[in-house]
């Protein structure tokens, strides 16, 4: 998927922008309802399954009254964690 085509609902912030952006993965933002998700596409996944990488989603929970607020962190096995 071309990113000029990934859909932007809303804003991350912008570390968790910049995090996902440095792995070179391919990601949406998108409002369904009254939730918040973060869409990864190309997500490596472990050795040891049937796919080598897949779609991930990622609802964002409010962690607060400040509905803009949330943690998002990225791992996996090749950025060393």
């Known amino acids: 998927m071309e ?7 809303f804003d991350l912030l ?3 922008a910049a995090s996902l952006d440095a792995r070179r993965l391919a990601w949406e ?11 990864i596409k ?3 996944i472990p050795a ?4 080598s990488e897949a779609e991930i989603a990622l609802m964002l ?4 009254d400040d509905a803009d607020r949330y943690g998002l962190c ?4 090749e950025s060393g964690e």
């Open 3 to 9: 990113q000029n085509t990934l859909r932007r609902a």
């Open 14 to 16: 912008e570390n968790d």
């Open 29 to 39: 933002t998108i409002v369904d309802g009254n939730s918040k998700w973060v869409l």
């Open 42 to 44: 190309g997500f490596p």
């Open 48 to 51: 040891g399954y049937n796919v």
């Open 61 to 64: 929970r409010v962690l607060s």
């Open 74 to 77: 990225i791992s996996g096995p």
